[in-house]
């Protein structure tokens, strides 16, 4: 099982039920209450601003306030927190039914990459689609004020609506959408759809017939892009019928019974997962190393070649530091593990995924969530 390397939740203990701030747009919100609702934790949601919530215990606001904000104890005092892996895995450890890491090391690494691949390359579909289209605007800038306080007054509702949806367009070159790039997203998005198709044509879930955190990070993902927002929901009921129904069906799987011989075995898993490996190959591996080459080297932007077309982005310090995670996760196996996996990600274009770095005296980041 995957052990928490984040300093900042070392000794979190969980209230009884943790208080989450969300809003029912965020996939990150969305990936938390699914998950929660699983694995049976009980936990109570209050929708609209996080700091709100914030307030409401008196602790320090996380930097910066994203989505969802969960509130914990640590050292007898109440705590936000916003990052959605490592509480994951902190969840592991105070409650042991029902897990979401594979229990075999090797798929648990998998299981650990793919959830970033959701986090950090799938929610670039879910941003752009949401801020790059004239009706995905529209919804999104007139439904969004409303999920903070329903009985906005029209003035004020006009005024959030301009404000939210201005700043969301003008943060579209933090994920990398613009001209160039939207076709590589957009081809991208479409491909990912066909190949998540085929890996729930063989098991329900990714790795089996129990659910893991990956599947979580991608349903929140595709809560908006199928749920939500427009465009991309008419692609996904075009090219994946299957992707939208299992879209619906991972909302609440709190009655599913899981047994541990419900996990594949490493080799089903490497034939069922290869297209979808290739696909993080193809696009997320290139973006990961050109970023980490440009903050390595404190350079503001970089340039890339992703699927065969130039990709031009602001440098972004925590993706630089996703790498180094990942690669801490690979530390953390054995030598035979280690083995079977670099033929793994060789096999699907991701082996240079796996780089030499020191990790005596790594810090590692923690995970975000927007």
């Excluded at 592991?92 to 998998?110: Q, Y």
């Excluded at 992707?243 to 490497?270: R, Y």
């Excluded at 696909?279 to 970023?291: F, I, R």
Aim: hydrophobic letters at 40%.
């Amino acid at each position: 099982m995957s052990k928490i390397v984040c300093p900042e939740i070392l000794g979190m203990k969980s209230l009884n039920p943790i208080p989450i701030g969300g809003v029912p747009a965020s996939p990150y919100t969305r990936k938390m209450i699914s998950l929660m609702r699983y694995r049976r934790i009980s936990y109570v949601i209050e929708w609209g601003d996080p700091r709100d919530l914030i307030r409401r215990f008196g602790v320090e606001e996380p930097k910066p306030v994203l989505l969802p904000v969960m509130i914990f104890e640590v050292d007898g005092k109440h705590k936000a927190v916003t990052d959605s892996t490592p509480i994951i895995r902190h969840l592991e450890i105070e409650f042991s039914p029902r897990s979401v890491i594979p229990s075999d090391p090797k798929l648990a690494f998998l299981n650990y990459v793919l959830e970033d691949f959701g986090d950090e390359w799938v929610t670039k579909y879910m941003f752009h689609y949401r801020w790059y289209f004239k009706d995905d605007i529209e919804k999104a800038g007139t439904i969004l004020p409303l999920l903070h306080g329903i009985s906005l007054d029209d003035d004020s509702h006009a005024a959030f609506k301009k404000h939210i949806s201005d700043l969301q367009i003008s943060r579209l070159g933090v994920v990398g959408s613009n001209e160039l790039t939207a076709p590589i997203i957009e081809a991208s998005y479409k491909r990912f759809l066909g190949q998540l198709d085929h890996c729930l044509s063989k098991h329900p879930f990714l790795f089996g017939n129990r659910p893991s955190s990956a599947d979580f990070a991608l349903f929140g993902q595709l809560s908006a892009l199928i749920g939500f927002d427009p465009t991309s929901r008419a692609l996904a009921h075009e090219i994946s019928p299957r992707v939208v129904a299992w879209q619906d069906l991972m909302e609440d799987l709190s009655g599913l019974k899981p047994n541990e011989s419900d996990w594949i075995n490493f080799k089903d898993a490497e034939q069922n997962l290869l297209s979808l490996f290739q696909e993080v190959g193809k696009v997320y591996l290139p973006a990961l190393l050109a970023n980490s080459r440009a903050i390595n080297q404190e350079e503001k932007t970089w340039t890339v070649e992703i699927d065969g077309a130039k990709w031009e982005q602001r440098s972004f310090p925590y993706q630089a530091k996703c790498l180094k995670w990942i690669n801490h996760e690979f530390q953390k196996l054995n030598e035979s593990d280690q083995k079977h996996i670099k033929e793994f990600l060789i096999k699907t274009g991701c082996g240079e995924m796996i780089i030499a770095v020191s990790y005596t005296h790594l810090t590692l980041p923690t995970k975000r969530i927007v």
